[in-house]
């Protein structure tokens, strides 16, 4: 299981950290991407970090505002994020995978609930 959290009402060009994290023991073998869905649309990938941390994706968009970072000792992945926008107005979530493939949203199998994040103007 997967869990979310972290998510909340932040103003336009603050920051939010959202953490994902699990009791499972297989969590340093897997890949974890952050994922968000807005009303009415499509949920999208925004980042992801393999089982290691050394290979990372980011969805062009986010590119230098998110980061994302794990700690495999605290079973944790961070989605870090800077200079908010109302339009990162949306549900976010965490899942993971055992494929070594990043970017490909259908490889994630395992999710977890979604914490809100609401940006205001």
């Known amino acids: 299981q997967l869990q979310a959290s972290g998510g909340g009402l932040a103003q336009a060009g603050g920051s939010l950290r959202l953490s994902c994290a699990t009791s499972g023991r297989t969590f340093d073998q897997l890949a974890v991407g952050w994922f968000r869905q807005a009303p009415g649309k499509e949920r999208d990938l925004l980042a992801a970090?393999?089982?290691?941390?050394?290979?990372?994706y980011y969805a062009d968009s986010m590119k230098g505002r998110f980061t994302i970072s794990r700690d495999n000792a605290k079973n944790t992945v961070v989605l870090q994020m800077n200079s908010l926008k109302p339009e990162d107005t949306a549900v976010y979530y965490c899942?993971?995978?055992?494929?070594?493939?990043?970017?490909?949203?259908?490889?994630?199998?395992?999710w977890g609930q979604g914490t809100q994040v609401t940006v205001s103007s």
């Open positions: 899942a993971a995978t055992f494929a070594s493939t990043l970017r490909r949203k259908d490889v994630y199998g395992y």
């Open positions: 970090i393999n089982w290691s941390g050394d290979s990372k």
